[in-house]
């Protein structure tokens, strides 16, 4: 049920009398989230842009994160990105069955298990420094329901490495490259391949790039059309991406 | 038949004797362009990646694009991006047939008529200013094959706007908002629909917008997660894209 | 009559059976602007945020702006911003009666004149050179019903002009400051008077004034608490905060 | 009395013989600020703009904190802002009776304890993460007299949870929106009430969001007219400003 | 008679009764500045920091140029800078005996006639290229009563002609060091020579210069130590320094 | 000759009375730089770095362009870099035999034909558009006596391009790969091939493209070691540099 | 005697046969500085630029501060900048004698103490935070034999207290004026005062003032003409550039 | 042997039937590469352009540091840079026979010594502060095979420091300048040598220097014509550069 037919049920629900105005104001308001206070829970997200709201780990204190992994529970897979360590031990002394990812500084309650289906999501990285960001999308994609594989330390300056791998990398439906200093991969898969093809800046390198500015530039820049670009070191929203683009695959099926 | 398969068939001449290893090499190099002197056209990309060449026309001069034009044409849809009108009239004089888009600024060699299919891509601009961009993504679609709808004039400063037409909004495959200043349409949208959406930055605006700059990031920090980000004023990137996908979509299907 | 009285009333027809459901989804869409093709003329404004749709002349052609005085005369007073001269002379052949402000760069259609009340926006500038930035503010606040006064020149290099004009500055309820190259005024006078004040950076200046940027980074850092500062070169932005501190003023007289 | 009032006096204690000349130079220079050495406190600017002198904690060191304090104290309201918890320690333990408050970074000595006024200040914040600035705010408005309530976690991913407080929005006198990431709260709010905004950046985010960079470009281009922007994290200023306002509408109804 | 002496001679006669306090409330308004409705006319500024008011040419209309030189024709040497070929066109003709340099962009009326002492400001340029900074600031040392010699051509790629016309470098009291690009002239001078050096970076040059960002940073971070750095292009301001720096010398003589 | 032996032979002279030391300091002073008034050609260069003075167009008005080719022809190959066609017709309607390049915007006299000898120097282009800043740096190869080929239109979008033409490639002692947008064509090559490789950034691109700067970062961040990176649009640059290479490898045989 | 009195000298000696020609390029390179491995100590400093070498305290280990600390003593004044706590503990424990600022963070070796005269540097900062940069500055200029005075806390949001020390301000021959922020300090005094003025810009402030870059440009911009500036937070330049303008006061009566 | 031979090898390998078809594709894949999980060690890379894979620290852990040694070892020497302290202590426990340079932060297996030879890199730095880059510098050198010389602390604010030594740095086959601050070195050295020179800007100093950013923009402009720059910090590819030259000297020898 999208938001819109929840809108005319509503509307529906007045006309016959069965609520009143003021009941109708008042659900529009209650709907869509539940105030915890400091957070106000989404819990209409999912009606309206089929994701779960997931829970920005940066900036927010240990007790905030355990109240809210303790309201979301129970209404299937919650993912926080960006938890330190010292964060993810503090919520896990409290909320059992977590699972932190400390490469990816992922803290998930898995409820419901991703089938694995082949070929669904391929994350290419540049180097090997660049697997925190890869893994961040990795545990992203699956907490939304989809199998991701991770092909790591393809940079262009040793080509053959990425043409040797290239056959592998045909089969998956959607792309994610991830590359710091120049961000030149993107630039070359989007090339070489027909997929959609996300583009993760990284922040690794040093001088003139800048907290992943370098590579930023460079994707957006890129010479290969229809590279599309996610913010710097922002696995978690290239999987989001990815993962719309299957289920737009998937709606198109069904 | 895919550049590896192209591969493997060369190889396999090469063993059966029907081709010396010394034209082998000369055969890897002759086929993926055709060398013009001043550019090689890269026939070999529709093979690779699924799209034709396509001309990026600033920088070019007339004679350079006539000379293109004419070594391309009879070999399907030909797009040049970026023509301004005096290059357009050039070029047009030397070759019949062309379609020029003034506020798009696109020359075109239309040879396969697309077919209209509903509701493919939907293009959604925050301000009037943002239509020669929109005009951009429209055409490339149509080159591409693909259909699309420009809704203008969606800004969030005016919310109802946007609302009223979401229903319609909620009918496309893939969409592209395109906005200047702080770009916080795709931001808004992002949070509202289910579909793959890719936001284009223009450089519409003035003072703090630093030639599209703001949007820019505004688009790469978006609250709303999912929403990949192009170069700013790309509409033909965000064309292909929009294309890659719905193949990725066609492709599952077949 | 506020946008929510508006939400009400509606939700009651439809109760009332007097709207039906379908009926009510489409009032929703068509309510709050007209669509004339390029634009959507957002007439429901004034009634959300209690300014009329002002249009922004940069990046539309000159018929683009015709079209949209036609539509929009007969409803008030109708402001456009940024119109540069060649435009204005377009316009204003197929439009009777619109005034053109050569410094300000605004073409008006004025129906309601503002009854001149005292003391009510007063707007400084450095120099001479912002008087263009000041003329678009002064004209934006007639638009919206208020009288404003320009007094220019005031630059600290010389703080005897401030000084010595300190007295009259106080008069005002809200003040606009307007200042190019380091911005300095709006510290001073932020310093010296009680009134809110709204600091407009310009782009008067070379070299490392980057188009207003030393201007801007100046008055968002200002020393003097409570400074509040709009776009460079935004002296329409200031007029409607101006105008709004306004309105808030009489809404709590009456 | 304002400082004109008081120069008039002066002038005329001269004139009177009341005051010597060399008397009159003097009390011109001692009367606006006592100097404890490394600061001069500034005991004059009450009568200029209206409020007390507030002390920036940053970059001061804890014993000239506990100075400060100590020569401000018995003179009504003392507000620090910025001060690390490190640093309140030391001063609450040489100064009984200050209030530090954590989330906020606040450091206050309250003697007139604010009358709880309804619907002055509304603070909205996009994020949880954005609730320091926010507290920041809302400690400002209190030690000024006047009451400010925070509503939290609005972003406009979520445009649902927003639309659902948009009548108690509507209460408040002036508005103070608070967010990170691409800052597009502000626009949205700014499009849908007409009371006066305050809008701050907040450094919430990573990657492209520079520290704020991409939301305070954002607010500064917004859409919305009408909308004006203080420093990143500037709680602070947004609340001077909002008191200046909620001033303006006291003094137009005395 | 400094601006001090002044206040106290108004106070003095404030309480000789010969002056009433309105009076001299209104001398201390009326004294400094000369109001011409769009300009205010700084007569005090000589009084207080010792140069004549400059009128700022760019931004300015030739009418409004026109105005100024007539009202402060008569007191004096008159200075405009940036001012354009046509502007000194449009003025010229309305205000006879103005003098236009063409290289410098500068208009002036030069009524007392400076005498040539010799060595006083030395002007170094590093190309040709930045010949016209260099005349703007010659232009502006004689409008200021001071002798100034340019030596161009100096920069250090070939190090020689530096060294070659040290003797005679080492001569004046202070040194203008004009230099594009890398702005390395004034790191090499700095560390050769020991008198008072002002650097202005200007924007000759391309590419990674920004338009002169790179001169002005080399010139910031130079490890000379005790070069100071001014505008970029700005040969009006270095000008100026070095006149304060000549007439604190000749303070000290007499 | 090189610079210190000819300082010992000055030295000598000294010593052996055959010149004064008065004489001595003239020499050292009149000896490497001709003064022609707003230049001073420095004819040391050549032996100093084995460069001839090369003429920097830009910013240097026609009639100093002719006196300074006048000055100097007769003495060998002379070369102005960035001189526009306007300049370029009035020079040599004063000076004939020079030659124009109206794409790489040079402007020569060649006094000594370069003997062609073959795998000097390769210069590589991403696109056509690249092509103004190879014809810079190609005819300055020439002018100082060396030979150079451009393979133009190699992107790595279209890798077989490349790489059909990387057994070419390897010919060259020395390679000037010139390109925009992203860059990452010297990475790629960078990569593949073992000579000494000079990058030289372009302003061919829009948007985030930010005048060259993303392929700038792009070039120095880049993953593949020993790429060494010129200013943007810096063919003159890269050529000098190419040329200083081969003259080391002359060096080395003789 | 000046390095080029040194430099006749040598010639002469050589002529006279007193130094061989080998003689005079070994005594060439030995003269100016003593090389102690990792640092090569510039004795010859003083004689060409008039200062003493200082130390560069930051990026050196605690070794090579002791190291240059050992071989400069017995020679004058020695003066490090930039050395921390930690550092500071580390020299002064293997050498005896010296003094360490903290606020400054200077390391000093005091051979001859400075006669305190009068009025010689004033150095006004802005606000108590600035007083760091303000105390390298003041020991700067007691290490070069001036005596400096500061005068704390005279930002422009509290104009008086800075009207109030005018006439105090107004006796120093050099101004050194030093402010974070918005850096506006420099522009009112810039405006009020005729000497001699140097602007340093802090890092003081947070958010849009982006490490001091805020107050930098507005001192670079400065409506207040003849303002030079020096890198931020960099009081021990301000210091020098004060010193060589007294040094140019004293030559000039000598 | 280089990579084109090898692939014809291939080619005729699978021609002659020694090679299957299958086996042909898979010997393409598998040859460059060798995947040991996180990394591909690219054993192609000497093949290619000449240099062993190099081992970027920063950004791997401890234990994938120690992994890629291992696998690394017994086939040459093998280089890591940016190697922290801590983990070099973590790998050489684990890895005996490592060597860990504290200044240059490398960590070395060098199984083949290099044999000095004279004069092959000459490596210049402008302080003391830059060593840490010079060693990096001179260590890759080594482990390719090359002698590097390190001349520290010439920096031009010294010019006699500079010019006593050319005579030493004249006989490097080729220089690597390194500096911080404004990096006038390398534009000074440029200007006096004719070897190749590769200029390294380093994020020595403070201030407007922006982490290096100063240096690297002068470099970049430097007006000594031939300059190339690498990266800020970047001693390894300066000297990765720098034996690419002397190669290809050595290569046009044999």
New interface residues.
Partial sequence: M???TEL?SL??A??D?RT??EQ??EQ??????QDIG???I?R??ML????P??I?G???TPE?LTDIFEHMKGRGNVLAT?VSPEKAVFVRERIPGLEYNALGRTLTAMEQQVEPRANEVGILT????D?GVAEEARVTCEMLGRSATIC??????????L?????QI?QY??LIVIA?????LS??V?????????AV?T????????N???????????????????????G???A??A???L???DN??S
């Fill in positions: 999208n938001a819109n005319e509307l529906q007045v006309q009398g009143s105005v109708g104001v529009l308001r209650d709907l869509p989230f400091h957070t106000k989404d209409h997200r309206r842009n089929g994701f709201e997931v920005y940066s900036g927010k905030q960006r540049a180097g090997t420094s697997l790591s330390d393809l940079g262009v300056a040793g080509l053959h490495r043409l040797g791998t290239l056959d045909r439906s959607v710091g200093m120049e961000g030149a630039s070359v989007g090339g070489l391949v027909e997929q959609p093809l996300i800046p922040s690794v390198g040093y001088g003139a790039n800048f992943g500015l370098s590579a930023l530039l460079g994707m957006l820049t890129s010479c290969a059309s229809g590279v599309t670009v996610v913010n710097i070191d922002n978690f929203g290239a989001c991406a993962c719309k683009i289920r737009a695959i198109a099926h």
